[in-house]
C-alpha cells in the first residue's frame, strides 16, 4: 500500500504563489507517475500535472507557463509551484501515484492523497 501525504495549500490573492506538496510512503516496489488533479465545486476532477520517473512532464493547458511540477525520486515526493494564481484556480487538490507493489506484481494501481484546498481569491 501506498500513502500519500499532502501539504501547502491555502488561501491566497489573485496573482499569488502556492507550493504543494506530496510524499508517498508506506510498501512498494516503484513508483511511476505521480502529479496532481484538481476538482472545483460542481466540476470534474481535472489533470493538472503529472511526471513520469524519467522526468517527462504534461501540464493541462490551463496552468502551462505558470506552475511547475518536479520530483524527488530518492524522496518520493512531488512538488507543484503554482505561480501567478487565477480565481478559477480554486479547488482540492490530489496528489496522485501510480505504483506497483512487488517486483512480481505487474499491476499498476492508483493511489490518491486526501486532497488540500486552495483558494484564490480576487
Known amino acids: 500500500q501506498v500513502q500519500l501525504v499532502e501539504s501547502g495549500g491555502g488561501l491566497v490573492q489573485a496573482g499569488g504563489s502556492l507550493r504543494l506538496s506530496c510524499q508517498a510512503s508506506?510498501?512498494?516496489?516503484?513508483?511511476?507517475?505521480m502529479g496532481w488533479y484538481r476538482q472545483a465545486p460542481g466540476k470534474q476532477r481535472e489533470l493538472v500535472a503529472a511526471?513520469?520517473?524519467?522526468?517527462?512532464?504534461n501540464y493541462a493547458d490551463s496552468v502551462k507557463g505558470r506552475f511547475i511540477i518536479s520530483r524527488d525520486n530518492a524522496k518520493n515526493t512531488v512538488f507543484l509551484q503554482m505561480n501567478s494564481l487565477k480565481p478559477e484556480d480554486t479547488g482540492v487538490y490530489y496528489c496522485?501515484?501510480?505504483?506497483?507493489?512487488?517486483?512480481?506484481?505487474?499491476?499498476?494501481?492508483?493511489?490518491w492523497g486526501q486532497g488540500t484546498q486552495v483558494t484564490v481569491s480576487s
Open positions: 496522485y501515484a501510480l505504483a506497483r507493489q512487488s517486483s512480481t506484481d505487474y499491476a499498476v494501481r492508483t493511489y
Open positions: 508506506g510498501s512498494f516496489f516503484t513508483i511511476s507517475a
Open positions: 511526471v513520469s520517473s524519467a522526468g517527462n512532464i
